[in-house]
Structure formats: C-alpha cells, structure tokens
C-alpha cells in the first residue's frame, strides 16, 4: 500500500504564509508527477499546483506568483510554499501523487487532506 499524508495547514491572516508538506511512504518504486490540490464546500477540486520528477512546475493562474511548489525526490515529499494569501485561498488543500508501486502497477493516489483557512 501507499499513503500520502498531509501536513502545516492551519489559520493564517490575510497576506500571511504557510508551507505544506505532503510525504508519501510504503510499497513506492517511483513516483512521476506529484501535485496539490484544493476544494471548497460545493465547488469542484481545483487545480493548484503540480511538480514532475524533472522538476519541471505549472500553477493555476490565481496562484502564479504567490505559491511555489517543490519536492524532494529522495524522500518522496513535495512542498506548498505559500505566501501573501488571500481569503479565497481558504480551502481543504489535498496532494495527489502519480505512483509506480513495487508491483510495477501505476495508479494516482490522495492524501487526505490539510485545512487552510486565511482570515482575521
């Protein structure tokens, strides 16, 4: 099995920062894209920010510039640096990562999920 745990959501302040981490651990060859993801009561999960194993990045338009995502490929970690949040960053912010397991299977798997909640 494979499990993607979330961690460093919390309650910050408008124009506050926060950094996410998402480790992922257990049957892992490798792992190809990793990305986060964020949803808010009665919308869709969105896009937010995705990272593959060249490093290479993309970011949802709302984010570009305020957000900048990372990993670390010996630990199977990627990172949310997120700074100058605003309000409408306030959501359930998930990691998905694209895995080949041991077994050689490929499947995408999800964390559970980390609150954000920007606000005074």
């Known amino acids: 099995q494979v499990q993607l745990v979330e961690s460093g959501g919390g309650l910050v302040q408008p124009g506050g920062s926060l950094r996410l981490s998402c480790a992922a651990s257990?049957?892992?060859?490798?792992?190809?894209?990793m990305g986060w993801y964020r949803q808010t009561p009665g919308k869709q999960r969105e896009l937010v920010a995705t990272?593959?194993?060249?490093?290479?990045?993309n970011y949802a338009d709302s984010v570009k510039g305020r957000f900048t995502i990372s990993r670390d490929n010996a630990k199977n970690t990627v990172y949310l640096q997120m700074n100058s949040l605003k309000p409408e960053d306030t959501a359930v912010y998930s990691c998905?990562?694209?895995?080949?397991?041991?077994?050689?299977?490929?499947?995408?798997?999800w964390g559970p999920g980390t609150q954000v909640t920007v606000s005074t």
């Open positions: 998905n990562a694209d895995v080949v397991r041991t077994t050689r299977a490929r499947r995408y798997f």
């Open positions: 257990g049957s892992i060859f490798s792992i190809y894209a």
């Open positions: 990272t593959d194993s060249y490093g290479n990045t």
